[in-house]
């Protein structure tokens, strides 16, 4: 599944922005959906991830309570809601697929974005 990330941009710390992942011509209903990020010099981590069916959500320790994963699967749509957003938030955000199960690896995710770069400043 090809997929393409939206929505990154320059804003600053305490605001808020709104990822968007699109999935062209190719249904994900039956794919968990995941946000990963990179920022320099590190490497990619998990963010967030929605179970195939919207039921189930995870989340990293450092963006809970903060972020929030949604899908439209009818849309063929997922999106992350970024809010209070801090300078260590800065990074390369990329959306991620898999078939079915929940999971935070990305060894699991067969599908990627390119990327959407996210800055936040002090």
């Known amino acids: 599944v090809q997929l393409q990330a939206s929505g990154g941009g320059l804003v600053q710390a305490g605001g808020s922005l709104r990822l968007s992942c699109a999935a062209p011509?190719?249904?994900?209903?039956?794919?968990?959906k995941g946000w990963f990020r990179q920022a320099p010099g590190k490497e990619r981590e998990f963010v967030a991830a929605?179970?195939?069916?919207?039921?189930?959500?995870d989340y990293s320790d450092s963006v809970k309570g903060r972020f929030t994963i949604s899908s439209d699967n009818a849309k063929n749509m997922v999106y992350l809601q970024m809010n209070s957003l801090k300078p260590e938030d800065t990074a390369v955000y990329y959306c991620?697929?898999?078939?079915?199960?929940?999971?935070?690896?990305?060894?699991?995710?067969?599908?990627w974005g390119q990327g959407t770069q996210v800055t936040v400043s002090s």
């Open positions: 991620a697929a898999r078939k079915w199960q929940l999971s935070r690896d990305r060894a699991d995710f067969g599908s």
């Open positions: 011509g190719r249904t994900l209903s039956t794919y968990t």
């Open positions: 929605i179970s195939w069916n919207g039921g189930n959500m």
